[in-house]
């Protein structure tokens, strides 16, 4: 029997995240470990009078082509793949690592390679989810519904320091399916969050400053910000743009100390130090895999500028658990993303690379914390907090 967990999530998935209608072709990837998810998924896709088929590949595939594959194959983009996202009508992913460290020893210009390939379905993948979000602003784009969301996994629960049972409740009650009706939820949270995004829109520079040496400065003049309440990452909580790269300073200058290890292909780069002249990153430092992350950055044009600014609005979600669908949606943080911008922004840049990084303006009583998000030189939150009632975690 099925965690009745599941089923619950499958619905919210189905008929709040992504309003599946009938006729309509859906994706389902995953990986054998969540099958039951899957099934769940299809089961309430079926009931919604889609069709959906499902995409199951081990993980170890991916192995196996960084291990044995040559730098022609590395850069194979499949045509069946490119026709399926120029085709499907709404995907749903679930990430479900059995071991997240699968891909730490790969080397990273090798995983470079293929991402960097992959560009062409990056874009078509952003330009059609920006036409679902924004149908009048992208003319003759057909729109693709999406939605990714964690299936609980004996892996990333120790990563997260918890046991699976722990894991599991973690990752449900971050969704708010501890909740009768977590779509209600949801829809309360929707509005909470749009307080942030109609006082953002407008605004002109948005500047992020921390004790232990944070201090970016993010042209935001003209572009849109979106407000994520669970209908493309779920659980969500946050709200976001992409900086002005066209801006005549070039949309991004000075340094972020990020507090966190950022994760990608399942390797961990610590202390990461990123600095911005004139929207692109200069200079580039870790304590861990420093190395690594260089070669990410440099893997194509469009990966050393940014593509995403966003604040954390979740204070549902409290810890680090080395999982950035989790991480950056964390009550008092913000994250950018280096690489490929969202459209529905405004901002276009373009890249096989979109890698989140979080940085925690929390006061949590030691040395060095806290920090300050300033907007057109107002403070509009402090120490982690909202300065304004009524907003998230301030009600």
């Given at each position: 029997m099925r965690d009745p967990r599941l089923?619950?999530?499958?619905?919210?998935?189905?008929?709040?995240?992504?309003?599946?209608?009938?006729?309509?072709?859906?994706?389902?990837?995953?990986?054998?470990?969540?099958?039951?998810?899957?099934?769940?998924?299809?089961?309430?896709?079926?009931?919604?009078?889609?069709?959906?088929?499902?995409?199951?590949?081990?993980?170890?595939?991916?192995?196996?082509?960084?291990?044995?594959?040559?730098?022609?194959?590395?850069?194979?983009?499949?045509?069946?793949?490119?026709?399926?996202?120029?085709?499907?009508?709404?995907?749903?992913?679930?990430?479900?690592?059995?071991?997240?460290?699968?891909?730490?020893?790969?080397?990273?210009?090798?995983?470079?390679?293929?991402?960097?390939?992959?560009?062409?379905?990056?874009?078509?993948?952003?330009?059609?989810?920006?036409?679902?979000?924004?149908?009048?602003?992208?003319?003759?784009?057909?729109?693709?519904?999406?939605?990714?969301?964690?299936?609980?996994?004996?892996?990333?629960?120790?990563?997260?320091?918890?046991?699976?049972?722990?894991?599991?409740?973690?990752?449900?009650?971050?969704?708010?399916?501890?909740?009768?009706?977590?779509?209600?939820?949801?829809?309360?949270?929707?509005?909470?969050?749009?307080?942030?995004?109609?006082?953002?829109?407008?605004?002109?520079?948005?500047?992020?400053?921390?004790?232990?040496?944070?201090?970016?400065?993010?042209?935001?003049?003209?572009?849109?910000?979106?407000?994520?309440?669970?209908?493309?990452?779920?659980?969500?909580?946050?709200?976001?743009t992409g900086p002005n790269l066209n801006a005549p300073c070039g949309g991004v200058n000075g340094v972020v100390k990020y507090s966190f290890p950022a994760v990608h292909h399942g390797r961990e780069v610590h202390d990461i130090e990123l600095t911005f002249e004139k929207g692109r990153v200069v200079d580039a430092k870790a304590s861990k895999n420093q190395a690594f992350l260089i070669d990410m950055l440099d893997q194509d044009q469009g990966a050393r500028s940014l593509g995403e600014i966003a604040v954390g609005t979740n204070y549902q979600i409290t810890e680090y658990t080395k999982n950035t669908l989790f991480d950056e949606k964390i009550g008092g943080t913000f994250h950018a993303a280096v690489g490929a911008g969202y459209p529905e922004t405004g901002n276009n840049n373009e890249s096989g690379l979109h890698w989140d990084m979080v940085c925690d303006l929390r006061d949590d009583g030691t040395e060095n914390c806290g920090g300050t998000i300033t907007v057109d030189g107002e403070v509009m939150s402090k120490d982690g907090k909202f300065v304004f009632d009524g907003w998230p975690g301030n009600e």
């Open positions: 089923d619950k999530l499958a619905r919210v998935l189905v008929e709040y995240s992504t309003g599946i209608k009938p006729g309509q072709l859906v994706r389902l990837t995953g990986a054998p470990v969540s099958i039951p998810m899957l099934e769940a998924l299809y089961e309430a896709a079926i009931k919604a009078g889609a069709h959906p088929f499902i995409k199951c590949a081990p993980e170890s595939c991916s192995n196996i082509l960084f291990t044995h594959g040559k730098e022609d194959q590395l850069k194979y983009v499949s045509p069946l793949a490119l026709e399926e996202i120029k085709t499907i009508d709404v995907s749903i992913g679930l990430w479900a690592d059995t071991n997240t460290k699968s891909l730490s020893r790969v080397d990273p210009k090798r995983q470079g390679m293929a991402s960097s390939a992959r560009k062409p379905i990056m874009k078509v993948f952003m330009d059609r989810a920006s036409a679902a979000s924004d149908p009048k602003a992208h003319p003759g784009v057909k729109p693709l519904k999406w939605t990714g969301t964690q299936f609980p996994t004996a892996a990333s629960a120790q990563d997260a320091e918890m046991s699976l049972t722990e894991y599991e409740d973690f990752v449900f009650n971050a969704g708010h399916l501890d909740k009768d009706d977590p779509v209600a939820e949801w829809m309360k949270i929707q509005k909470k969050q749009q307080l942030v995004v109609d006082y953002l829109n407008g605004k002109k520079i948005i500047h992020f400053q921390t004790p232990r040496g944070t201090d970016l400065t993010v042209n935001v003049e003209g572009m849109t910000w979106i407000n994520c309440c669970g209908h493309e990452n779920f659980p969500d909580g946050e709200v976001f």
